[in-house]
């Protein structure tokens, strides 16, 4: 059934690096969204789409802006109960808070709140897509998607793998991250809106052995995305570079 939505729209037209900014994005003081099934059929000023639906329902937001659902392009939902913790240098914060926190989502129960508690914040936020880290552990991975599922969201992600420098509770093998990404990715990829994410965390906490046995899945599942961490402190790539001195630099541990 066709329905209207009334408040200010904002659109995007074009890429804002080809053309003037203001060429770019489109606004209506006054605008509505025609939906059916589902799905956006017409964005414009108010009086042109209701004359071009006469007589579909109208749901009248005042000056209530709609948009565009925000996409998250990195997240780690794990974390979502240590937000805001002290600031320390990204090894140390790692170490101290992100770890033990990582550690407890082999608790499918645990799991679950928290992609509960993530999905639900960030939907109040006008986040509509994400994609995110999870932990080692599948349960992670299963609450992530089951969460996103149940909600109707656009979600990506996968198992994040680690073999070395990490707590022993929070390792896995480069076998063992190979075949729980394989089954992780064979059982939810492409399921309704859902999307799998080949996830070694970064250079530091995978062996060669493990990038290699990830970068073998990538070779066998090329429509899947890979994501990853690069560059991101100073004492990081210095640690990057000591422990991959065959690189020429830190993307090239990732590109071998
Ligand atoms: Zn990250």
């Known amino acids: 059934m066709m329905r209207i939505l009334l408040g200010q729209t904002l659109t995007f037209?074009?890429?804002?690096?080809?053309?003037?900014?203001?060429?770019?994005?489109?606004h209506e003081a006054r605008g509505a969204v025609a939906i059916e099934?589902?799905?956006?059929?017409?964005?414009?000023?108010?009086?042109d789409i209701r004359a071009a639906y006469p007589g579909a329902p109208v749901t009248d937001h005042g000056a209530a802006l709609l948009s565009p659902g925000f996409v998250d392009a990195h997240a780690h939902y794990p974390q979502t109960?240590?937000?805001?913790?002290?600031?320390?240098?990204?090894?140390?914060?790692?170490?101290?808070?992100?770890?033990?926190?990582?550690?407890?989502?082999?608790?499918?129960?645990?799991a679950n709140e928290i992609a509960a508690r993530y999905f639900d914040l960030t939907l109040a936020s006008g986040t509509t897509t994400a994609v995110s880290f999870t932990t080692i552990h599948p349960e992670s991975v299963e609450a992530y998607f089951a969460q996103a599922q149940r909600r109707g969201l656009r979600a990506l992600a996968g198992k994040t793998c680690m073999d070395t420098n990490a707590p022993g509770d929070l390792s896995d093998t480069a076998q063992s991250a190979y075949d729980d990404s394989k089954r992780l990715l064979e059982r939810w990829h492409g399921v309704g809106r859902l999307s799998y994410v080949?996830?070694?965390?970064?250079?530091?906490?995978?062996?060669?052995?493990?990038?290699?046995?990830?970068?073998?899945?990538?070779?066998?599942?090329?429509?899947?995305?890979?994501?990853?961490?690069?560059?991101?402190?100073?004492?990081?790539?210095?640690?990057?570079?000591?422990?991959?001195?065959?690189a020429k630099d830190y993307l090239d541990v990732y590109d071998a």
């Open 13 to 26: 037209t074009a890429d804002p690096f080809k053309v003037p900014v203001n060429e770019a994005v489109r």
């Open 81 to 110: 109960a240590i937000i805001a913790s002290w600031g320390k240098r990204l090894i140390d914060w790692l170490g101290s808070y992100t770890f033990p926190e990582e550690a407890r989502f082999g608790d499918a129960a645990h």
């Open 37 to 47: 099934a589902g799905r956006i059929v017409a964005v414009g000023p108010a009086d």
């Open 198 to 246: 080949i996830t070694p965390r970064f250079a530091p906490t995978s062996s060669r052995e493990q990038l290699a046995a990830l970068g073998g899945l990538w070779g066998e599942h090329p429509e899947v995305l890979m994501q990853t961490h690069l560059s991101e402190q100073h004492e990081e790539i210095e640690w990057v570079a000591e422990l991959f001195p065959e």
